[in-house]
């Protein structure tokens, strides 16, 4: 087992390899990026989640990309195809390609690390900054919502199917039963949502003030280093790419 | 706490209204706590017994949560409250250090963001910027006290009623105040986990600690009191309405009140458990330290039920049945190996009334849910009138079981009671049918004349009377309840066991899974105990 990473560590970690990837637009580095995230799921257990998550954000993302840049882009010299205005060209198949990879490779290096980070050693992390304390609860809780509202929802199906709900195999027969779940499971967060408060108020949660973590997370000075070089790499990257771009914006 | 007689905490309650209601859900109350002294709140359900611990506790700020006329007095600062928008206002942090609250749903006193149970504990502690070695030390203390020292690194949503109810005590505690307010804190523990809690109760009243017990029944921590304060829900004519507001209606002694006709009013059940409802008996056995005292059941004078059922085939029958939950990371300790349910076989005939027990975490509640086919089990096989269900979808299934779940919170998920009882019921018996038959339920648990109410706006023990309504109007052909007892008043009882003699007199076979084996003995023809996976007749 690797020691420990701090969850800033891993943070900077995913917010650099977007950085480096996003700056230096360059279709096989996206899709080496990329394919480094799911093998580091798969190492962690978690491919399966990662990929799951990542076609539902990314398949309507990457079918409009294709639509928008590989019919219609004006730029496009090379057809290679063409019904009335649309026409596919090389170009476009190309950015498409470009824009595609590179969201992707963005997309699952952020859930990897969401996906990964041990969430009360952000919180405690975050609160250890001084970032006010409600900054991380909402983040933890959003972290934490989707197995809650998963549970509530189980149960709300649960409960109808006692009543003689028959949820059949069929997408749209989900679909239906997922609309009849949904006022109730709206409603259901908002009352627990309500009776958590009075808790939380009794609990000094919403008092001002200074706070204090009884979680540590440990930060050896070789992560802080190293977040620091890579923070440094990733501003090079994106000063490197302003400093190529420049003339080449200016010459065209 | 030196002076042991000095007044910690007291509260005059002239009304109490919440905004958006016209009539007052408190009057004419008042309560002191003593430090080191164990005060009982009894009442029957909607009495106001929670609205006046949350009063007390800051819970509900006058001004925020409704209007308030009276007084509270901490620690001889008396705070008037006149309902105008100059009263005083309480800061709840600073007021739970003094005085801590733990609601009847303990989950809801968590802050669900903590990974372990020593966070959470601590959790109140760094909002008040405590320092980390006093917070250690803090922690340390609490879980020593309440029996967590084992549970420190355990996530607090794998843990049991009991552990989970000990948690929220902790939380309540760790910031020592001078009086602690419980909210039914015995509801749904069983023996050893009720045990536990009162063994805390009693060991913070030692440490000066002043607690006060909200509750519904005059139990065996009850009878440790030295005074019980009796709120009732007492009408009102004012012309043209008629109003209910929880008032107290007697104060005294245990000695004093125990079998006075204001406790049988309230509805406030005796020492016996939901078994000994019959509040004559409660007597001189009030005091007594054994839990089943004199108490007889409801149909006095014997403990048998309706007529044992005839020959004929059964409703339900479970054939080597055997289930485990392996590969669910959140049950602790369960393995491929480690079988909830093992081989199985029972069943219930109609007109049958078979009651299951068991202690907490035996499995009773993953039983009933293969009735209706919400578990499958790995092994064996579930029968419904004679077919069997493997593969059959639930919805199905439901025309021939209704299944009254553990918590009626999870039951109960429509806009209204009325919608509520009437779902499902058209595909069952049709459009015009349906809504009678949902009123019929109603009326049959005591529920008419609240169809336009919200359910989540019902007590804790009508919204169980829902959840049971909802189950009886599909006149099911196996009627299986998961600890229908729980929550429920005197009334409610009486009304749970008409129902359940109505529904075996119709020929239902009734499964009833309960944690209290009085209960069991008195109502049901055979009593079966589940432990170690394997059911025996007891």
Partial sequence: ?252 | MTAATRTALQIRIEAFTFHGDDTPVLRDAALSVTPGSLTAVLGGSGSGKSTLGKLLAGWLRAGHAGQFRGSLELGGTVLEFRGVPEDPRINPAEWSRRVAFVPQDAAAMLSSVRATVAEELAFGLENRATAREDMLRAVERTAARTGLSHLLDRDPATLSGGELRRLAVGCAVIAEPDVLILDEPLASLDAAGAAQVEALVRSLCGAGTGVVLLSQAADRLAGEATHWTVLDAQTAHDGRTVTAAGTVTAAGTPAQLAGSAELERAGVIGIGGPGGIVPSVLGSGVLGSGGSGGAAGARLPGPVPAAAPGPGPASLELRGVGFGYAGDPRRHGTGAQDRVLRDVDFAVRPGEIIAVTGPNGAGKSTLLRHFNGLLRPSAGDVLVCGRSIAGVPVGKVAASVGLLFQHPRDQLFERTVLREAAFGLRQLSGKAPAEGKARAALAAVGLSGTEAAHPAELSASRQRLLALATVLAREPAVLALDEPTVGLDRHGLEALQGAVDRAAARGAAVVMVTHDLDYARRNAHRVLELSGGSLREI
Wanted: proline share 6%; glycine share 8%.
């Fill in chain 1, 1 to 252: 087992m690797t020691p420990r990473l701090h969850p800033f560590t891993t943070l900077t970690l995913a917010v650099c390899a977007a950085v480096v990837t996003t700056a230096a637009a360059y279709w096989p580095l996206s899709v080496a990026v990329a394919l480094a995230a799911v093998i580091l799921a798969a190492r962690h257990g978690i491919a399966g989640r990662v990929l799951t998550a990542g076609a539902v954000i990314l398949t309507p993302l990457c079918l409009s990309l294709l639509v928008l840049h590989g019919l219609f882009f004006p730029e496009g010299q090379t057809v290679l195809a063409q019904w009335g205005p649309a026409r596919v060209t090389a170009e476009g198949l190309g950015f498409a390609l470009e824009l595609g990879t590179r969201t992707t490779a963005c997309v699952l290096v952020f859930l990897l690390f969401s996906f990964t980070v041990s969430v009360p050693d952000l919180v405690s992390a975050l609160a250890g900054r001084r970032i006010p304390p409600q900054f991380g609860f909402v983040l933890a809780s959003t972290l934490t919502l989707l197995p809650a509202v998963a549970g509530r929802l189980d149960r709300i199906r649960q409960a109808q199917e006692t009543r003689g709900m028959v949820v059949g195999r069929g997408l749209l027969s989900r679909l239906g039963t997922l609309r009849l779940q949904m006022v109730p499971l709206v409603l259901a967060l908002i009352d627990d949502a309500g009776s958590r408060a009075q808790a939380l108020d009794a609990r000094g949660f919403g008092s001002p003030g200074p706070r204090t973590s009884y979680r540590e997370v440990a930060d050896p000075p070789a992560q802080r280093l190293f977040r620091a070089a890579a923070l440094v790499f990733a501003a090079a990257a994106v000063a490197g790419r302003i400093v190529a771009s420049w003339p080449t914006g200016a010459a065209s």
